[in-house]
């Protein structure tokens, strides 16, 4: 019981999302600053809601609680599936964060260690020799972490010769591009949780299994007592289903390993009670004639 409950403590408190230290606070200095994260995910649509905040400085603008006052046009073109496709504000305007949505690449067979890739591309449009300078803010996402990784956004042989990725990332920012994908798994609470109720459905029929050989056995009599019994652990078992985090969808890896085989178990085992509550020839045993 202590590891039981210890463990997911242990694993929750050091499994946390990373963050690439490109998009840390002080790997560029430029006034011309971003804060961006991503806020939603969305596994039925495939889709993953990425947001910008401006955090504009010096001669670009004045940071305010919310976005940024713009000393300057801004216009940073957005690589995003829905939404205006760019980030744009004009000269004495007060903007704030904003919202474009990206493809969520991964499938959710493998619930709960289903894994998928979000990526953004931002270009500056209006450059003006000043550095891109992005930071990422991260925001709960209920029930899972993302882990922020940048990429180059050319070819290796376009970029001076032995440079590191690090220096290839760096000198993109300073032509005002970047490119950032996510990876998005589930939270270890949540896939513990799914683990803790795939056993207890285990658990489950195994019990009810006991029971059916039992009464097959005619250690127990076959009575709709038990049929009850075993309808009963039959529909719980969709309850059950019903409580998994993140309410996976149907036909998960989950489902034909653990729930559609108990389900065939449980069916089979209240069709052998049936029967043998058929074949039963005392069920009338308070009308029997006195001899």
């Known amino acids: 019981l202590i590891f039981f409950i210890v463990t997911p403590i242990i694993i929750s408190a050091l499994v946390k ?7 840390s606070s002080k790997s560029l200095n430029s006034d011309y600053k971003f804060e961006i994260s991503i806020s939603k995910i969305n596994i039925k649509d495939n889709s993953a809601t990425v947001t910008i905040t401006p955090r504009l400085e010096g001669n670009y603008g004045e940071p305010t609680k ?17 939404g205006s496709g760019k980030f744009s504000a004009q000269v004495g305007q007060v903007i704030g964060r904003q919202e474009f949505k990206v493809l969520l690449k991964g499938n959710s067979w493998r619930y709960p260690f289903d894994n998928y890739l979000a990526g953004i591309g931002l270009l500056d449009s209006k450059f003006e020799n ?3 300078s992005l930071k990422e803010v991260k925001e709960y996402l209920p ?3 993302a882990n922020s990784n ?3 956004n050319y070819r290796e042989d376009l970029y001076p010769k032995n440079s590191s990725k690090d220096e290839q990332i760096i000198s993109d920012l300073n032509k005002g591009i970047a490119q950032i994908e996510w990876r998005v798994m589930r939270l270890p609470g949540d896939i513990y949780a799914a683990i803790l109720l795939a056993i207890l459905m285990i658990i489950s029929a195994g019990a009810s299994l006991s029971v059916t050989r039992a009464v097959w056995n005619g250690k127990r009599p076959p009575s709709i007592n038990a049929l009850a ?3 009963a652990f039959l529909f719980a078992m969709f309850q059950i289903r019903a409580s998994l985090p993140g309410t996976p969808p149907s036909g998960t890896l989950f489902d034909l390993i653990i729930f559609y085989p108990i389900l065939i178990v449980l069916l089979a085992e209240m069709a052998a009670v049936v029967y043998l509550w058929i074949k039963r020839d005392d069920w009338d045993l308070k009308n029997v004639p006195k001899i």
């Open 17 to 23: 999302p990373t963050t690439d230290p490109v998009l």
């Open 66 to 82: 919310n976005g940024s006052l713009t000393f300057k046009d801004v216009e940073l073109l957005v690589d995003s599936y829905q």
């Open 130 to 132: 000043q550095a891109l």
């Open 143 to 145: 029930g899972f972490r």
């Open 150 to 152: 940048t990429i180059p």
């Open 229 to 231: 019994w075993l309808a």
